[in-house]
Each structure stands twice: as C-alpha cells, then as structure tokens.
C-alpha cells in the first residue's frame, strides 16, 4: 500500500499561515493544549518535504535546533544542490520524485510548506490527508494556505478536534 502524503499546517481564521513579513506571533500567541496533537501526529511520518522559502524560515528562525533532525527531509529547490547536516535539496521535477517516494516503504510523508508547493501537489491531486489547524485570529492579509486556484478540490472529512482556543479539521482527499 502506497504511503500517504499528508498537509498538516495551521492557518488563521482567514487562510493565512503567515504575514506578510513571515511572522508567527499570531500562532505562537493562541492558547492551545498541550502541543496541539503535534506528537502523534509525527509519529505517523518519517519523511519530510519542503519547499525552499520554508527551509530557509526555519534555518533563520530555528536556529541550529532543526526541527525534523530524526526525519528523512527533502527539500525542493532550483538554486541549492548535495545534502546539508539536516536535509537533501531535490533539483528535479517535485511531482515524478514524489511519485517515486510514494511508492517506497515507510511511513507517511508531511508536506511542511509552503503555499506554492501544496499548490502543484493540489494540481496533481498528490494531497492524501489534510489536517489543517484554525487559530481564532484574522491576520486580514499575509501568505495565503492556497493560491488562486483554476480547478475544484473536494474533500471528505475524517474528524474535528478541539486543541483549546484551536480548532484541528482533518479530511481525507476524495
């Protein structure tokens, strides 16, 4: 059986899963319980993928505590070859190599970020499961979860958990 790929993120009320400027504060400023459901859901993946522009938010912001260091990560860029100490920059085509990761034995793989990777993942209908966690703010403007979108993705959903002040939807791709 193929594994899944997997989109769990947190968003605003209004879509956004950052601000303009890449801040946080919003998100880091909502009282949750305890890690929100972030250790089980971890347990569920054992690979990891990234687009550049998140890679370098977390090199930036997390200084040398990379957050995924027992994870196979994968991150796609046009600019950065090799393997670093944290991950394996993918120079290729991001669909075929996920095609291909897919297919191989192991656990889930979590779609880190950002926005314009899930976009060609939503384009080719890649997305298995998507857990996204609301946060009870309205940023009004910032990065948005998803793009302008030509095209109808419809979902099912799976369950609803409450984390305190953050509501987690968990749905599975029809």
């Known amino acids: 059986m193929p594994r899944k790929i997997v989109l769990y993120i947190a968003m605003s009320l209004d879509g ?10 919003w998100l880091f400023n909502t009282e ?7 250790s089980e859901f971890y347990d569920t993946v054992d690979t990891i993928i990234l687009g550049r522009r998140t890679y370098d938010w ?3 912001n997390e200084s040398d505590n990379f957050p995924y260091k027992n994870k196979q990560c994968y991150v796609f860029s046009k600019t950065m070859f090799g393997i670093d100490k944290n991950v394996e920059f993918i ?7 996920t095609k291909k990761l897919k297919q191989m034995d192991g656990k889930n ?3 880190v970020g950002g926005g314009e990777l899930l976009h060609e993942f939503m384009e080719q209908r890649l997305v298995d499961e998507w857990i996204i966690t609301i946060a009870p703010t309205i940023i009004g403007d910032g ?5 302008k979108l030509d095209f109808e993705t419809r979902l099912v959903l799976k369950g609803i958990r409450r984390f305190n002040q953050f509501t987690e ?3 599975n791709s029809i």
């Not at 956004?16 to 504060?25: C, G, P, S, V």
């Not at 120079?91 to 190599?97: A, C, E």
């Open 58 to 60: 977390i090199l930036n």
């Open 109 to 111: 793989i979590w779609i």
């Open 32 to 38: 949750g319980e305890g890690d929100n459901g972030y």
């Open 169 to 171: 939807l968990h749905y």
């Open 16 to 25: 956004y899963i950052a601000t303009k400027d890449d801040h946080l504060e």
């Open 143 to 147: 990065i948005p979860l998803f793009k």
């Open 91 to 97: 120079n290729g085509n991001v669909i075929d190599f």
